[in-house]
């Protein structure tokens, strides 16, 4: 980046055109191959207490902030309460194929004027799990928030003792950029905060290998991959 200095000498950031503050994400459906993303209504929750009872052990709540819950109706309770709000705003990721519910992801810190918008609140069942759905699912919030909607930064938040959420965010592209000490307490006990982002001018190579990962020609007969995300991405570079 070439340095700019204004009538003071004072070092300041390159220009942003045009700019204006961007839309709200819409409730509308996103639509993909395996899966969609449909903004919760309460007819959901209990196909989502079931995908989530296949965690027997509750571990997939750990890092959250909330859960797990005992009943479907304890369920219902939550997430009407939870999942209904605007920022976050929560969507269900429901298989194509069966119409089951999987799992929820949320747009949230929603900020129009400065183009950013955050992912969270992942709770993707063991049904999705390192399945082609949840990367599937992934790539139509980013590309909903870039393409559509025109933001300029897109962020991963999680606990830094996560590790299955760090490494998740290093597949899908986000960039590790630091970690905030002592930023949340939750359940009880301290949070690190680890923060990743994509920027709009890295969406269109992300993009790519996205869409050459998800193309059915990148998985055999048995629905395996043939290539790895990262690999895509790295030989594209």
Known sequence: MIERRNEFG??????VPGWTARELPPRTIMQGRTCRLEPYEPRHAAGLFAAYREDADGRNWTYLGYGPAETEAEFQTF????????DPLFHVVVDEASGRELGVASYLRIDPANGVIEVGH??????????????????????????ELGYRRYEWKCDALNAPSRRAAGRLGFSYEGTFRQAVVYKGRNRDTAWFSILDSEWPHLRAAFEAWLAP?????????????????SQAR
């Open 122 to 147: 992942i709770n993707f069942s063991p049904l999705m799990q390192g399945s082609v759905q949840s990367t599937e699912a992934m790539y139509l919030m980013m590309r909903r928030v870039f393409d």
């Open 10 to 15: 004072q070092a300041i950031g390159p220009d």
């Open 79 to 86: 997430a009407d309460a939870t999942y209904t709000s605007r």
């Open 217 to 233: 020609e990148n998985f055999d007969l048995q629905g395996r991959q043939i290539q790895r995300l990262e690999d895509i991405r």
